[in-house]
């Protein structure tokens, strides 16, 4: 079957994932979409193992494939990374996969195979020290430089979640070839109706990029009690005390979104943030929001939102004291923010994406018979 033929009659993707933070909600969410467009999807997990409600979630949609190998952030040099790509090219070949969408640039470094490559630029090591230290990585980090940098030239297209990721990336980089840009999307319907008096905010609060002290600083003077959920505790013993707030630690989609739901105000005072996915999903649900002063914030929700300056955290406190003691603005907000999540759905996700996998196999070699023996 040729690549033309392929790209025309529908395809099989495998499509590496994660179980923490937001790639793994992405993934689901962007392969149910490509499956009602006769993309057909089988993942690939790395780092730490779903929970027994993810792996359901991904046997739905496909096959899922778990690995006990790392992931690039996770380790502290290349040699760790030791049997990813071997991984990658095995299950490519037990699912006979027409192409492979790699959810972290770095992975696509060392294939060897003339299957189609997309690479996806979530978030990497060397923007974060750039977006969250204003600086390069430190020198034992520097192979996290190499790795990505060779992976988006092995990649035949490069896809980043918004502009403003995709211009600090060539700035961290240099050119990246074949880059595009598609927004994140969510299946999450909209909500409306009562809210309850409490700011809420979710992340992964161990990551330094997340800026959870700005916010549990922020949080002591306030009137409305601050509840946050995601873990304090990382994967390589970070730690982040939170004082001041109602930290509920991890929890499910399921509760998080349903926390987020009930919550008049929803804040994201990251530093760091290629797309903000949380984001999104309160603007789905009315809530009035403060964000970061970042690019990416600025790009996507410029004008539905209050904005404060991340490194300030009574710029914070004064945000959310505004929004506290102002129910007509919070209404007003909301419903910009819900009107402008319109533009950010799965479908369209999904169509941008499946129209560069089509892209990519028109004009890439399709695999041959030796690639599955």
């Not at 922020?218 to 509840?227: E, F, R």
């Not at 002063?293 to 490194?311: C, K, M």
Request: a negative charge.
């Amino acid at each position: 079957m040729t690549g033309v033929q392929t790209a025309c009659q529908g395809m099989k993707v495998l499509m590496t994932v994660d179980a923490v933070g937001g790639v793994w909600r992405y993934a689901m969410d962007l392969a149910a979409g490509l499956r009602i467009l006769g993309v057909e999807t089988a993942f690939i997990c790395f780092g730490s193992a779903p929970s027994a409600a993810q792996a359901a979630e991904a046997q739905q949609i496909g096959a899922l494939h778990v690995c006990d190998l790392p992931l690039d952030w996770m380790v502290d040099n290349e040699a760790a990374l030791h049997g990813v790509t071997g991984a990658i090219e095995h299950y490519a070949a037990v699912e006979r996969a027409d192409l492979i969408h790699l959810n972290l640039p770095s992975q696509a470094a060392r294939l060897r195979t003339n299957i189609p490559v997309v690479a996806v630029g979530h978030s990497c090591v060397c923007t974060w020290f750039k977006a969250v230290r204003d600086d390069h990585a430190p020198k034992n980090w520097q192979w996290h430089f190499e790795l990505n940098r060779q992976g988006f030239d092995r990649a035949d297209a490069v896809v980043m979640p918004s502009e403003s990721h995709a211009r600090l990336s060539t700035e961290v980089y240099g050119e990246i070839k074949g880059l595009r840009v598609v927004h994140n999307g969510t299946c999450l319907p909209e909500v409306s109706g009562q809210k309850e008096n409490y700011v809420f905010a979710a992340g992964r609060w161990w990551d330094d990029g997340k800026n959870g002290a700005a916010l549990d600083a922020a949080a002591g003077g306030l009137d409305w009690p601050v509840v946050m959920a995601g873990s304090n505790r990382g994967p390589n013993r970070q730690f982040l005390q939170l004082l001041n707030v109602d930290h509920r630690g991890e929890l499910d989609h399921s509760e998080t979104m349903a926390l987020m739901r009930q919550a008049a105000i929803v804040v994201s005072p990251s530093l760091y943030e290629p797309f903000g996915l949380a984001v999104l999903e309160a603007a789905r649900s009315a809530s009035a929001m403060v964000l970061a002063d970042i690019p990416t914030y600025r790009e996507l929700w410029s004008g539905t939102a209050l904005f404060a300056d991340p490194n300030s955290k009574e710029a914070f406190a004064a945000a959310i004291s505004r929004l506290v003691h102002d129910k007509e603005l919070r209404k007003r907000l909301g419903g910009l923010a819900q009107a402008r999540s319109r533009a950010f759905t799965v479908e369209a996700q999904a169509a941008s994406v499946r129209a560069i996998y089509r892209h990519v196999l028109s004009i890439v070699q399709a695999p041959t018979a030796m690639e599955y023996t």
